[in-house]
């Protein structure tokens, strides 16, 4: 059995419509008193990377021309270039002038995790923000394939737990209800 197979999703492990509005509110509050942290969340929520995916991002990674950036992969992902919405990119990109170095996220992997603790709006751990970023593309497209490039997926497999959950879920309610 592949490690796709054995991993499920429940609702523990991405950000439940209500808390993911209450996410957003917390981040356009502090957008501009904590402004790198605020934007590290939201980017999180934009892209799907991972925490360290994030933390590895450097000004290298953004492109003007198109407002994308790049998120090198990491567990034996693909590299992919996500497009930004221009507010956001206008943000990251601003960061990425003010900061020293090429890293825009000069926090280590502990300090993101406090950061996520100060403002995660439920006790679940910060890779449900990959979770709900994946659930909700897929909600909009309903196209797997889609799905796999944005998240970086080798192999399809591993996407598939986004589709059967939502199927699963919507499908039980259409026959329940």
Same mark, same amino acid.
């Given at each position: 059995?592949?490690?796709?197979?054995?991993?499920?999703?429940?609702?523990?492990?991405?950000?439940?419509?209500?808390?993911?509005? $209450?996410?957003?509110?917390?981040?356009?509050?502090? $957008?501009?008193?904590?402004? =790198?942290?605020?934007?590290? +969340?939201?980017?999180?929520?934009?892209? &799907?990377?991972?925490?360290?995916?994030?933390?590895?991002?450097?000004?290298?990674?953004?492109?003007?021309?198109?407002?994308?950036?790049?998120?090198? &992969?990491?567990?034996?992902?693909?590299?992919?270039?996500?497009?930004?919405?221009?507010?956001?990119?206008?943000?990251?990109?601003?960061?990425?002038?003010?900061?020293? &170095?090429?890293?825009?996220?000069?926090?280590?992997?502990?300090?993101?995790?406090?950061?996520?603790?100060?403002? =995660?709006?439920?006790?679940?751990?910060?890779?449900?923000? =990959?979770? *709900?970023?994946?659930?909700?593309?897929?909600?909009?497209?309903?196209?797997?394939?889609? +799905?796999?490039?944005?998240?970086?997926? $080798?192999?399809? *497999?591993?996407?598939?737990?986004?589709?059967?959950?939502?199927?699963?879920?919507?499908?039980? $309610?259409?026959?329940?209800?």
């Amino acid at each position: 059995m592949s490690k796709a197979a054995r991993y499920a999703l429940n609702k523990n492990k991405y950000l439940l419509p209500d808390e993911l509005h $209450r996410l957003n509110q917390i981040i356009a509050t502090f $957008r501009e008193t904590d402004f =790198r942290n605020s934007l590290l +969340l939201e980017l999180a929520l934009a892209t &799907g990377a991972r925490a360290q995916e994030l933390l590895n991002i450097t000004r290298a990674d953004l492109s003007a021309s198109d407002q994308t950036i790049l998120i090198h &992969g990491l567990k034996g992902s693909n590299d992919r270039e996500i497009p930004l919405a221009q507010a956001l990119y206008n943000r990251i990109n601003r960061l990425s002038e003010q900061v020293p &170095g090429q890293r825009i996220f000069n926090v280590t992997y502990d300090r993101l995790y406090q950061i996520w603790d100060l403002y =995660r709006p439920v006790p679940k751990k910060f890779h449900s923000l =990959r979770h *709900t970023f994946a659930i909700e593309l897929y909600k909009k497209t309903k196209d797997i394939r889609l +799905l796999q490039v944005a998240l970086g997926h $080798r192999n399809i *497999t591993n996407t598939m737990i986004y589709a059967d959950y939502l199927y699963s879920k919507e499908e039980l $309610r259409r026959l329940i209800l």
